[in-house]
């Protein structure tokens, strides 16, 4: 009797330990499903790339424009899509290289900008004078707020100009920006600024698509509500659930533009785990520590099992920012219909390490490529 007792416990163990190992299998598959969902847009497509430094003499504002400049290797070829990058408060062109070698290494020239003032050279002198005040004040000084579209366009000037040392396509210009730099890109793209007590337009009309990484929302540099009132440039918006607002302010604060904007196009994509540094290239963190941002908890236990960790977990993020921008703007600027297809099939997945969003602008918007194609 008690050995037929014990080996119907022993059976039924045995089960209970097989339907583990069953669920544990499903798991797995699923997880590994979801980490290799979809390719990277045009990830093993790349040439080699070059690099020069310059800077441009803008003598109607008695101001210097360094730009590094970030382009196929061998010269010649045909007119290029153009890239005008504003970096963050505190940066200059010496950084968002990935960027700028994966979009030059698919046919792009690419421009990453020094604003004068708000540069890293500026960072180091302000802080030195005011480390509590400085930052904040450079964020909504009125010169730093008009300088910077202006160097942005004045790049674009001089790149675009016969004298050139690259032959630009005009018709295929793009902007991208982050932090301070995508305010700035916004500002190009459309969006309203205030400059003291004047509200300006900054917008450049050969601007045909705008990346803006960690975007601001209402309250600072000069954005103010109906900021975004008649914007009608493509635009594709990045940020994390660990690229906290300034101020105390919630991290939906961050997703303000893409909400307002009505009449184009508009993509905002989170990444999980991502801070504001992680745009920028830096930032690294671990899966554990990006997963107690505002992911949510169905994604938790896919982002500890299938996102890498620690500097591998960066690595992955700038790869993701790479796909992402290179197919916006070969969509919107090259009208690559494999970009679109891209992008359509990307804003309609479920995705382990992001969530994507998209809307499409009004009907009747110039260049709108993909209203009615990406749901």
């Known amino acids: 009797m008690g050995r037929s007792g014990g080996g119907r416990r022993s059976r039924r163990a045995a089960s209970v330990i097989g339907l583990l190992l069953l669920v ?39 101001r210097q424009v360094p730009v590094r400049v970030y382009r196929p290797a061998g010269g010649g070829g045909p007119a290029r899509p153009l890239i005008v990058f504003s970096p963050g408060l505190g940066a200059s062109r010496e950084d968002y290289g990935y960027l700028g070698a994966h979009l030059a290494a698919r046919g792009y020239l690419v421009a990453v900008v020094t604003h004068a003032g708000s540069d ?11 480390r509590t005040g400085w930052v904040a004040a450079a964020l909504d000084d009125p010169v730093n707020l008009r300088d910077r579209p202006q160097d942005i366009s004045f790049v674009i ?9 690259f032959r630009v396509d005009p018709a295929r210009i793009g902007v991208a920006g982050h932090s301070f730099g995508a305010s700035t890109a916004m500002a190009l793209g ?32 000069g954005i103010a509500p109906g900021a975004w009132d008649g914007f009608e440039t493509p635009v594709m918006l990045l940020t994390g659930t660990r690229d906290f607002a300034p101020g105390g302010r919630p991290i939906r604060w961050r997703r303000t533009a893409f909400d307002q904007i009505s009449s184009a196009d508009r993509y905002l994509v989170t990444l999980i785990g991502a801070t504001h540094l992680t745009f920028g290239g ?61 992008l359509r099939g990307y804003a309609g997945e479920r995705h382990f390490d992001a969530r994507a969003e998209f809307q499409p602008g009004g009907p009747g918007i110039e260049g709108n490529r993909s209203a009615g194609l990406v749901r």
Do not use: N
């Not at 900054?202 to 601001?216: G, K, N």
């Open 24 to 62: 544990v299998l499903l798991l797995a598959s699923t997880i590994r499903t979801k980490a290799t969902e979809r390719a990277l847009y045009r990830a093993g497509d790349g040439s080699r790339v070059e690099q020069s430094d310059l800077t441009f003499s803008d003598p109607s504002r008695s």
């Open 120 to 130: 890293s050279a500026a960072l180091r002198a302000g802080l030195k004078r005011d």
């Open 157 to 165: 000037d001089s790149l675009t100009d016969a004298d050139s040392p």
């Open 190 to 221: 459309g969006m309203k600024v205030e400059l003291g007590d004047d509200e300006a337009s900054l917008t450049d009309p050969r601007v045909q698509a705008v990346v803006a990484m960690s975007p601001q929302g209402t309250g600072t540099m």
């Open 282 to 342: 830096r930032g690294a963190i671990t899966a554990e520590e990006g997963a107690e941002g505002d992911g949510g908890s169905d994604y938790l236990e896919d982002l500890r099992q299938a996102l890498p960790v620690g500097a591998r977990s960066r690595s992955h993020h700038l790869k993701v920012i790479d796909a992402l921008v290179c197919a916006f703007f070969d969509h919107y600027l090259g009208d690559r219909d494999d970009a679109g297809r891209w």
